[in-house]
């Protein structure tokens, strides 16, 4: 055999040590086709979010810092704060222990009725909020099947703080578990198994193996549901029954504020829910860039 390679006429060979070209579809695009792509992006949030979001800003502080500031010293605005921050501390933890143990169970397991238990957790994310809120009218109601029991041993549901924390279990529990599911699903359960056979018990696995592996979504999972648990209007509304200064949250109170002509007051609540959801977002973009490195091992594993 001789030491040179036969190349066919016409044909191209990579040589061992010649890198392949990798090509980028982005990168080749015609500048005209790009361009007009970014173009209708960066339209489209400026229009449906900047704008938006800037307007809020603008009417709330259409008369000064002083009226702004004046808002939030309404009783029932702080009432409203303190509910909506109330709600969400409830919520988000719970949230948390079970968006925990469902992708554990999802990821880790085998058995019967996995697929269903996936559908039940995506069910608030079809289902209208409204709707979930007449879900707990139609159970804790004055005619509802659990209200003699909870009434006689708990106390009052609707029209209630408890009414509203349910509610807002109910439409936020699928976010810590879905940030949750598709990044332990990739990774496996081979570290899991290997800490066990080297003798770890189940918690120092979670503690020791998983949750370091997890954390970033976890947080990312836990943002998100607060974000969604402190703006949640439709099923809090049905479930709340609007009484001011008790069970109205801040976003019920800013309905309340628009349709009294009270502009400034409503904006700046509004605006407050706004910067809730901004420092979120640049929580959530901080992480991302301090811990990129972190991220991407996190990812590869």
Known sequence: MSGTLDVSPGQH?????????????????PPLVRGLLVA????????FLLLPLLSVFVEALRKGFGPYFESFADPETLAAIQLTVLAAAIAVPLNLVFGLCAAWAITKFEFRGKQFLITLIDLPFSVSPVVAGLIFVLIFGAQGWA?????????????ATPGIVLATVFVTFPFIARELIPLMQEQGTEDEQAALSLGATG???????TLPNIKWALLYGVLLCNARAMGEFGAVSVVSGHIRGLTNTMPLHIEILYNEYQFVSAFAVASLLALLALVTLAVKSFLEWRYADQLAATRRH
């Open 13 to 29: 060979q990579h040589l061992p040590f010649e890198p392949l070209k990798q090509t980028n579809s982005v990168i080749n695009e």
């Open 147 to 159: 209200q003699p029991f909870v009434g006689d041993h708990v106390g009052k549901v609707l029209f």
């Open 203 to 209: 918690w120092q696995t979670f503690t020791r193996v």
């Open 40 to 47: 209708v992006a960066v339209g489209f949030l400026a229009l």
